[in-house]
Structure formats: structure tokens, C-alpha cells
């Protein structure tokens, strides 16, 4: 579609484990680095002329955006999208555009000096944006905004004893209007893991729904996902959902009772829910990650096997929903790993193409959705699959 940094040099270079573009009526904003400007913000409406870079929010070679930390613009709240960058002069802060370079302005200082407030977890409830952001006095804690400078506020202080950033919420989560997130606080905060919260903007109105496991090392909730109108995760070796009371949390299924491999990459697929967790055989004393369906209930949570290679497993990476279909790469009986898709039935679990090289733990990566069409590979690259996909 067009050559960004002109020559053999790396355009994309985010972590692989950051969330693909996104796509603001049909317009997808995106980061990357020209070679001249540094990792900077840009646009593309899939044309050559029409992929050009919004603005040099960091001036000359400087980046705005950093590899270690995934800034890509996540939510659309009245025309404009939001993200977290660095203008070299106000540290990373919480930043709004709407396509052009004058509509692309920092909202507000919240943590004023060079070190920056760190926005992270960016999630639209209706017309407020939510994140986790550090105001250098309270430590990291759920804030929110409007939009506007005077309209970002801090909604709790979840923890009033700590300062530590990496204890912040995360996994903000939009449930039908509902915001749900998992939070470190008390005796839980030097753990892995942490509480599910839940919050209405206000701090009366933020409060924990339950500890998975109430004890110091805090195995929380992760891969929150709104499922159906109702929450889901993956908690230690089971899926889990909530309706938002503690006596509501509850396990799903318990895939591996042999304490491996927890649920992973839970995506709905219209009335079914698609993740990867281990298969222990207990005979052979082998597990290995395969792909699972549920449709909310235990009875109905059941795998769905790709590959008769016990010792290893599928190992279904990348799921990702595309008109109704699940695509996903995993390896099949020889050991290659190809792009396969499903429709929930065994039947229809199937390679679509050969993508990539035979080393099963070299894979296509990174599988999003534009256009309708699944892409893959977007920090290199962004080959389309429509070919083998029709």
C-alpha cells in the first residue's frame, strides 16, 4: 500500500502483543516511523496518497511514542481518537485527535513535568473515556475524561497506600455500560495478580466485586471480555463470568484441573465464545494448548481439536473475528503453522492457507481486522488474506 520508511528499515516496530490499529469510520489510525520523524501518529484510508502522517507531536527524529509501550490509539469519543504520547516537553499524557494536525492537542497535563501521568487501558462507557493514569502524588488510579481538560478527573483512589505505577488498573472493560477492571490494592498488591472492580465514574460508585484467590499472591482475573452482556475471564486454569456481585462470579469451566495453562485470547464469535487453554492427557503426562468454544455455560464449554499432536498441541495464537468466523494461526499434524478459521463445529475447523515457515514457534502474528478482511503482521507487515479468505 506504500513504503513509510523508504528502504529496508522498519516502519512498524511496536511489541507484538499491542492491539492493531484502529479503525475511526473508516479512516485507521496508526503509529509509525518515516525514518525522518520518529514514531509519530498516522492515518490511512488504504490508499497510497491517503496514508500520510497527522502530526510531528515529538518535532524533528524525536519519537512520541515509545516501543516498550503500546500507544496505539484505542478509543473514538466524538469524532476523535485518544492516545497516550510524549511531546518532549510534558512526558507522556493523555492526547486526542481528529485527522488533522491542529485537531491533534494533548487534553490535559495530569501529571505536570516532564515525567508524564503514563495513560494506559483506554476504554469508552458511553460518552466517557476511562483509563489508568499517574498523577505523580496518588500513584496510578482510574481516571476519566470527556474530552476536555477540565473534564479529566481522577474517579478513585483504589489504593491510597501506594505509589507504584505497576500496580494500576488494567484490563478496562466495557460490559453494556458497565466498566470492569482489575485492580491491586492492600494485601494483594505485591501478587501477580489482583481484585475484580467495577465502577460507575464516580468513587462511591467504584468498588471490588470479589478477589479470585483473597491472599498475597492475588492470582486475578485476566482476558476480561464482554461476552453475551455478561463479563468473562480467565482466572489461573478456568473461565470464568460475573454479573457483577461476588455471589455471581463464578467458574464456567475448569479446563485443566492439572494446574496448566489458563484460558487465553477469549473472542466472541456472535454466540460463541472461542479461547485456547491446555489439555492435560493424564496417560501420557502431555498437555498442550488447544481451541475451546463455550456458549456461557459448562455443559456447552467443550474443545474443539485442531491437531492430533499430543505432545505439543495446536497452539491456536492470534484469534480474531471476522464476519462471523473465527480465524486464528495454529500448527497442524506435520508441525507447520497456518492461518485456519472456524464457524464452532468440528467439521468446519479447517486450514484456509500456508502462511509463514514451517518453525511452529515462528508465526504469523498479530491478526486484526480492517475492512472487513483479516490482516496479519502489522508491525512488519500487512499482506491481505482476501485471496484465500473468499
Same mark, same amino acid.
Request: charged share 15%; with cysteine; glycine share 14%.
Given at each position: 500500500?506504500?513504503?513509510?520508511?523508504?528502504?529496508?528499515?522498519?516502519?512498524?516496530?511496536?511489541?507484538?502483543?499491542?492491539?492493531?490499529?484502529?479503525?475511526?469510520?473508516?479512516?485507521?489510525?496508526?503509529?509509525?516511523?518515516?525514518?525522518?520523524?520518529?514514531?509519530?501518529?498516522?492515518?490511512?484510508?488504504?490508499?497510497?496518497?491517503?496514508?500520510?502522517?497527522?502530526?510531528?507531536?515529538?518535532?524533528?527524529?524525536?519519537?512520541?511514542?515509545?516501543?516498550?509501550?503500546?500507544?496505539?490509539?484505542?478509543?473514538?469519543?466524538?469524532?476523535?481518537?485518544?492516545? *497516550? #504520547?510524549? !511531546? %518532549?516537553?510534558?512526558?507522556? =499524557? &493523555? $492526547?486526542?485527535? /481528529?485527522?488533522? @494536525?491542529? +485537531?491533534?492537542?494533548?487534553?490535559?497535563?495530569?501529571?505536570?513535568?516532564?515525567?508524564?501521568?503514563?495513560?494506559?487501558?483506554?476504554?469508552?462507557?458511553?460518552?466517557?473515556?476511562?483509563? *489508568? #493514569?499517574? !498523577? %505523580?502524588?496518588?500513584?496510578? =488510579? &482510574? $481516571?476519566?475524561? /470527556?474530552?476536555? @481538560?477540565? +473534564?479529566?478527573l481522577r474517579v478513585a483512589d483504589i489504593d491510597p497506600d501506594q505509589s507504584d505505577q505497576y500496580h494500576s488498573p488494567t484490563q478496562l472493560t466495557n460490559v453494556d455500560g458497565t466498566l470492569y477492571f482489575v485492580a491491586r490494592y492492600?494485601?494483594?498488591?505485591?501478587?501477580?495478580?489482583?481484585?475484580?472492580?467495577?465502577?460507575?465514574?464516580?468513587?462511591?460508585?467504584?468498588?471490588?466485586?470479589?478477589?479470585?484467590?483473597?491472599?498475597?499472591?492475588?492470582?486475578?482475573?485476566?482476558?476480561?471480555?464482554?461476552?453475551?452482556?455478561?463479563?468473562?475471564?480467565?482466572?489461573?486454569?478456568?473461565?470464568?463470568?460475573?454479573?457483577?456481585?461476588?455471589?455471581?462470579?463464578?467458574?464456567?469451566?475448569?479446563?485443566?484441573?492439572?494446574?496448566?495453562?489458563?484460558?487465553?485470547?477469549?473472542?466472541?464469535?456472535?454466540?460463541?465464545?472461542?479461547?485456547?487453554?491446555?489439555?492435560?492427557?493424564?496417560?501420557?503426562?502431555?498437555?498442550?494448548?488447544?481451541?475451546?468454544?463455550?456458549?456461557?455455560?459448562?455443559?456447552?464449554?467443550?474443545?474443539?481439536?485442531?491437531?492430533?499432536?499430543?505432545?505439543?498441541?495446536?497452539?491456536?495464537?492470534?484469534?480474531?473475528?471476522?464476519?462471523?468466523?473465527?480465524?486464528?494461526?495454529?500448527?497442524?499434524?506435520?508441525?507447520?503453522?497456518?492461518?485456519?478459521?472456524?464457524?464452532?463445529?468440528?467439521?468446519?475447523?479447517?486450514?484456509?492457507?500456508?502462511?509463514?515457515?514451517?518453525?511452529?514457534?515462528?508465526?504469523?502474528?498479530?491478526?486484526?481486522?480492517?475492512?472487513?478482511?483479516?490482516?496479519?503482521?502489522?508491525?512488519?507487515?500487512?499482506?491481505?488474506?482476501?485471496?484465500?479468505?473468499?
Amino acid at each position: 500500500m506504500k513504503d513509510i520508511n523508504v528502504g529496508v528499515a522498519d516502519a512498524f516496530t511496536l511489541p507484538e502483543w499491542c492491539a492493531p490499529p484502529t479503525n475511526a469510520d473508516g479512516v485507521i489510525f496508526f503509529i509509525a516511523d518515516d525514518g525522518v520523524h520518529g514514531k509519530e501518529l498516522w492515518k490511512s484510508d488504504g490508499t497510497d496518497t491517503g496514508t500520510v502522517l497527522v502530526k510531528d507531536i515529538n518535532p524533528g527524529p524525536a519519537s512520541a511514542f515509545s516501543t516498550d509501550y503500546c500507544a496505539v490509539p484505542r478509543a473514538v469519543l466524538g469524532g476523535a481518537v485518544f492516545f *497516550a #504520547a510524549d !511531546d %518532549g516537553v510534558a512526558g507522556l =499524557e &493523555l $492526547w486526542r485527535s /481528529d485527522g488533522t @494536525a491542529a +485537531g491533534t492537542m494533548r487534553v490535559a497535563d495530569i501529571h505536570p513535568g516532564t515525567n508524564g501521568s503514563n495513560p494506559s487501558d483506554l476504554m469508552l462507557v458511553g460518552d466517557t473515556l476511562y483509563f *489508568a #493514569a499517574n !498523577d %505523580g502524588r496518588t500513584g496510578a =488510579e &482510574l $481516571w476519566k475524561s /470527556d474530552g476536555r @481538560a477540565g +473534564g479529566t478527573l481522577r474517579v478513585a483512589d483504589i489504593d491510597p497506600d501506594q505509589s507504584d505505577q505497576y500496580h494500576s488498573p488494567t484490563q478496562l472493560t466495557n460490559v453494556d455500560g458497565t466498566l470492569y477492571f482489575v485492580a491491586r490494592y492492600g494485601s494483594t498488591r505485591n501478587g501477580p495478580g489482583g481484585g475484580l472492580w467495577t465502577s460507575d465514574g464516580t468513587a462511591r460508585g467504584t468498588t471490588r466485586v470479589t478477589d479470585i484467590f483473597p491472599n498475597e499472591f492475588g492470582a486475578g482475573p485476566s482476558e476480561l471480555i464482554n461476552f453475551g452482556g455478561t463479563l468473562f475471564f480467565s482466572a489461573f486454569t478456568a473461565l470464568w463470568k460475573s454479573d457483577g456481585l461476588s455471589n455471581g462470579t463464578i467458574v464456567v469451566k475448569d479446563t485443566n484441573p492439572y494446574f496448566i495453562g489458563a484460558p487465553q485470547g477469549l473472542t466472541a464469535v456472535g454466540d460463541t465464545l472461542y479461547f485456547s487453554a491446555a489439555r492435560f492427557q493424564p496417560s501420557l503426562q502431555l498437555s498442550g494448548r488447544e481451541l475451546w468454544k463455550s456458549d456461557g455455560t459448562t455443559a456447552g464449554t467443550t474443545t474443539l481439536t485442531v491437531t492430533s499432536s499430543i505432545d505439543v498441541g495446536a497452539e491456536p495464537t492470534g484469534l480474531v473475528a471476522v464476519n462471523g468466523t473465527l480465524f486464528f494461526t495454529a500448527m497442524d499434524v506435520t508441525g507447520n503453522r497456518q492461518l485456519w478459521k472456524s464457524d464452532g463445529s468440528a467439521r468446519t475447523t479447517v486450514p484456509v492457507q500456508q502462511i509463514g515457515t514451517a518453525d511452529p514457534f515462528s508465526p504469523p502474528t498479530s491478526l486484526g481486522v480492517a475492512g472487513g478482511s483479516p490482516r496479519y503482521g502489522y508491525s512488519v507487515r500487512i499482506p491481505v488474506c482476501e485471496n484465500a479468505l473468499q
